[in-house]
Nanobody, 119 residues
Framework: QVQLVESGGGLVQPGGSLRLSCAAS????????MAWFRQAPGKEREFVVR????????YYADFVKGRFTISRDNAKNTVYLQMDSLKPEDTAVYYC????????????WGQGTQVTVSS
């Protein structure tokens, strides 16, 4: 089993920045890649970005390219999401997720952290 714990959400003004963290514990060595998803009120959960654990390869949703940056610290089993130039439409609960291979579903999820972008 893998446990994921997110932190770093909060309230920020439009144009501001936040950094989210996701710490993995348990069988973290079995992780192939980690990802961030988000879910806004009344909307479906959507994919934001992913990173492979070993090589650090990344893939971003178009709506965050150039604004969000994912990174990882393998020694700390932690993934970060740096969010810059935030917009009100980025308001959502952000979830960290992990899977054991490219063919697996995301089986492990964190509890989510609220990000609110508002003036």
């Amino acid at each position: 089993q893998v446990q994921l714990v997110e932190s770093g959400g909060g309230l920020v003004q439009p144009g501001g920045s936040l950094r989210l963290s996701c710490a993995a514990s348990g069988r973290a060595f079995s992780i192939y890649n980690m990802a961030w998803f988000r879910q806004a009120p009344g909307k479906e959960r959507e994919f934001v970005v992913r990173i492979t654990w070993s090589a650090g390869n990344t893939y971003y949703a178009d709506f965050v390219k150039g604004r969000f940056t994912i990174s990882r610290d393998n020694a700390k089993n932690t993934v970060y999401l740096q969010m810059d130039s935030l917009k009100p439409e980025d308001t959502a609960v952000y979830y960290c997720a992990a899977r054991r291979s490219a063919l697996d579903h995301y089986d492990y999820w964190g509890q989510g952290t609220q990000v609110t972008v508002s003036s």
